[in-house]
């Protein structure tokens, strides 16, 4: 898989190996925003997304919150 998942359902379905290495890093990048009080807001396949280096990073954060009006995006830098 490389670009986003969204991308990859024209391919046919993926490994079981793939989507469970990509679904881990999912859930560690939502535990991340989870654990600064920010809500990813809009998760959808094409904010998923799979580079040439595998890193799976979550982008598209124009619909996050910030829980009780605080919180702020993580450093560009991160791969969340």
């Known amino acids: 898989v490389q670009g986003h998942l969204g991308r990859a359902a024209k ?3 993926l ?3 793939d989507v469970a290495r990509i679904l881990a890093e ?3 990048g939502l535990a991340y925003l989870h654990e600064r009080k920010l809500a990813h807001g809009r998760l959808a396949p094409e ?3 799979v580079p040439r280096s595998g890193v799976v990073k979550l982008g598209d954060f124009l619909g996050y919150k910030a829980a009780d009006g ?3 995006l993580p450093p560009a830098e991160y791969p969340v």
């Open 26 to 28: 999912c859930l560690t």
């Open 70 to 72: 605080w919180g702020s």
């Open 11 to 13: 391919y046919g379905p």
């Open 15 to 17: 490994s079981t190996p």
């Open 47 to 49: 904010s998923v997304l």
